[in-house]
């Protein structure tokens, strides 16, 4: 890569991760604020109570102390389940800001609500032994949760959502930088005339001379030498063809 394109590419990287910085920083912020006092709230009302709702038969707000997963999963590992979550939260921070410089703002997006939701109900489950859940559903049997399981659930989502996104997208680059290595590949072997050779015109016959070779054109050892590589490292062949390296068999 040439030195103003690589640092052209640093800079762009450098900026990227500032942008996704300031996003998670500021979405994480936010939600987790939301949370706790949202948790602070309804934890001020028996356990059990129905605080209010239901709402359009949707949803009602009713307090229950949860020591577990969903559905009372791993109830007796209260302090296992938080110390998890805060590890889970460590990888998706330094995948974002330090091991994928160039992840979209979607993943930082995404990235910043599991986290979030992960301190916040890691923080409950550290100070009181429980998580504070108060959003029930009226219309189906589905565990109580709270706004940190929104934020993981949904984050969760949209980080898987953006990252397969990016995936197919730098297949596709690889894809079209590959079929035009190829086509470089055959131009740069296309027979050339030597300077001071007779022009061909269209139908004209070739002759070749005493060597047997045929003038105004390069030899096959010529065309071989003048190959170059594309960006995935790609080798001619003598005929036009690309090597191992690149999309098919080398001359």
């Known amino acids: 890569m040439e030195p103003e394109a690589a640092r052209g590419e640093a800079l762009k990287a450098a900026s990227c991760r500032k942008r996704n910085a300031a996003v998670f920083v500021a979405v994480a912020a936010v939600w987790l604020a939301v949370d706790l006092l ?59 800001l330090v091991l994928s410089p160039r992840a979209s703002l979607a993943q930082a997006l995404g990235v910043a ?58 297949d596709a ?22 300077p001071g050779e007779g022009t061909m015109e269209a139908g004209q016959a070739v002759t070749p001379d005493a060597g047997g070779t045929t003038p105004g054109a390069t030899s096959g050892t010529e065309c071989g030498q003048a190959a170059a590589s594309d960006a995935d490292g790609a080798t001619c062949g003598n005929d036009g063809s690309v090597g191992p390296d690149g999309q098919g068999p080398r001359g």
């Open 173 to 194: 680059l690889r894809a079209k930088e590959g079929s035009g290595g190829a086509e470089g590949c055959r131009e740069a072997c296309v027979p050339v005339q030597e």
């Open 38 to 96: 949202t948790k602070a709230y309804f934890d001020g009302f028996a356990p059990g109570e129905v605080v209010a709702g239901p709402f359009l038969g949707l949803f009602r707000f009713k307090l229950v102390h949860n020591t577990g997963m969903a559905w009372g999963m791993f109830s007796d590992s209260t302090l296992a389940l938080g110390v998890m979550s805060l590890l889970v939260c460590v990888v998706l921070a330094l995948y974002l």
């Open 113 to 170: 609500l599991v986290v979030a939701g992960g301190i916040g109900n890691a923080i409950d489950r550290f100070s009181q032994g429980y998580v504070v859940d108060f959003i029930d559903l009226a219309f189906m049997d589905f565990p109580v949760f709270n706004v940190a399981d929104i934020g993981v659930t949904c984050g969760f989502v949209l980080f898987l959502v953006a990252l397969v996104v990016e995936w197919r997208h730098e």
